[in-house]
């Protein structure tokens, strides 16, 4: 079964952990044909499960239940790229312009009047080189403002770039946040792996934008608290693009080297 560049580069960043850090193991990578699990590796002629899988923030936008920034960033990439459209059809596109939001509750309700703002914002400036940023809808709803606002910021090409602006977080935001997540995270991959009988390794790449090495030191209590930590060998977490550590493992010697880099490849 061919895999996924975010599994192959997690599974990379963990056989680097093991070869810095345990030189003298013998490791061997065996591919799954029907996961689960998404690869076995065999450590000293012991056969584990590793399973891959990604920490995503959730944000929460007016009475609906919590969406994954991902889906909503791409549902906003849509809308922008109807906007480039219609202005390119039109003839009012010339130059590149940025539309920046902060994530907008029941955006269908609204998607239509704040598309009439920006293109009329295009149509505005046209023949002008760079104009300031200018806001096309704001709503409140305490504490959060839901905003958009659109600037141009060049000739170069005619192009309109979208921006997704996350809501502020505080430090307890953050790790109540990550503690939640990695609790859903964790639960979900026990059950898809109860049938599962070798001893379980999760790879977690590590998508919370909010979040690094220090937030889970922070934490740890709290995450040592999630029962479904107890159904995994090893909890690796990889930081993309930049570091990668040992969060949990049953293994003293492992345990050992908990929050240790590995420099990102």
Known sequence: MSRSKEEEYCKAQFDDFLKRFFPSCEIEWEDVENDPPDYYIFIDKTRY???????VEKIQLG???????????KHLTDFVRSVESAAKTEGSLHGQYVVSFTPIGNFADYCCEIKQELLLYIRETKNLEVVPYKQVFRKVILPHVQSCWIGK????????????SGLPKSEDDIRTDLVSLLSERLNKKTQLLKKTPEPKILLL????????????KNCINQIS?????????????????EHSFLLYSKNT?????RFSITPAR
């Open 49 to 55: 499960a590793v399973e891959v899988t990604s920490l």
């Open 63 to 73: 009475g609906q239940s919590p969406l994954e920034i991902v889906g909503v960033f």
């Open 153 to 164: 910021i060049g000739c170069q090409r005619d192009k309109v770039y979208e921006s997704l």
């Open 205 to 216: 790449l590590d998508a919370y934008v909010h979040s690094d090495q220090k937030d889970y």
């Open 225 to 241: 608290a999630i029962s479904a930590l107890e159904s995994f060998h090893t909890v690796f977490v990889i930081e993309d693009g």
């Open 253 to 257: 010697n492992w345990a050992a080297n």
